[in-house]
């Protein structure tokens, strides 16, 4: 008898571990047909979105109207890496994450901060430079240095929409003024319809002197990470190499000194 439930156990475990066989390959593979990458170099071109409103890390050339920066470089290298040409579009900040999880984009690579929130919906590469984030006013502003966000309750703040900013200063009990573009954030900081901005460090050294801006406030440095749709590890490998390797032969630090000066 015993010999006999023996047997029968040993029938079950092994069904029970056919039938889980079967279904693991699926779990393991949840995206299907091709890898984006052999699908980026089959179409010839690498799809990069960008909010180009955001010197020196994206922005609009003039009068060549191309988009240029210190993100794009980045991109470049990569395509180059992939063997492809770099295709830059420039979408809302806000639609970027929407656009790049629906396939519309390869890769978004726009000042976007790592966050775990973010990584839920999107592949987070490694830390390609860190940054602080600085709450900016007008050079005469009345305002002074803040310790902490929570200072600036009862100004009017302004910060671009889908940001981290916009969702610290939510935090920090302040309704924020939400722009789609930092270009007019700032604008309307100049002309006096806020009182304050809250964007990332190294804008306010592009913007300073156009609009005569002046830091109240700055965080740690932050990591911005660039970002590809999730399961795609072949794609994301070489975002990494490309990023680590140009750690690794002062490439990067070229980049840095093209495009960045103190505050960043
Ligand atoms: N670093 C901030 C964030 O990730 C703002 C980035 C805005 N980028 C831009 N290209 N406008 O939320």
């Known amino acids: 008898m015993k010999r006999e439930i023996a047997v029968i156990g040993m029938i079950a475990c092994i069904a029970v571990g056919l ?7 699926g779990l393991l593979a949840p995206t299907e047909g091709k890898p984006l990458l052999n699908k980026i170099k089959d179409r010839g071109y690498f799809i990069v979105g960008t909010s180009a409103d955001y010197p020196p890390f994206e922005n609009v050339s003039y009068p060549s109207a191309e988009i240029v920066g210190f993100d794009i470089d980045i ?4 395509a180059d890496e992939i ?11 806000d639609s970027l994450i929407g656009a790049c999880r629906a396939g519309t984009i390869d890769m978004i690579a726009a000042a976007m901060t790592y966050t775990t929130d973010r990584e839920k919906q999107l592949a987070a590469s490694v830390t390609y430079i860190t940054v602080r984030q600085v709450v900016v006013v007008k050079s005469d502003s ?15 703040v302004g910060c671009q929409g889908g940001t981290v900013m916009e969702e ?3 935090n920090a009990t302040i309704t924020p003024t939400a722009y789609d573009r930092v270009d007019l954030l700032l604008q309307d900081l100049y002309l006096g319809a806020i009182d304050a901005a809250y964007i990332d ?8 002197v156009l609009f005569d801006l002046k830091i109240i406030f700055s965080s740690d440095p932050e990591p911005l990470s660039l970002w590809c749709r999730k399961y795609e590890p072949e794609l994301m490998h070489v975002i990494n190499e490309v990023i680590l390797e140009a750690f690794q032969d002062g490439t990067m630090l070229e980049l840095w000194d093209k495009w960045f000066n103190a505050t960043g």
């Open 19 to 25: 039938v889980i066989g079967f279904f693991i390959p």
């Open 75 to 78: 991109a470049e290298m990569i």
């Open 83 to 93: 063997g492809v040409n770099l295709e830059m579009t420039d979408i809302g900040f």
């Open 142 to 156: 009345v305002l002074t240095d803040i310790d902490e966000l929570e200072d600036l309750i009862g100004q009017d």
């Open 168 to 170: 610290e200063l939510v």
């Open 201 to 208: 460090g190294p804008i306010f050294d592009a913007y300073q």
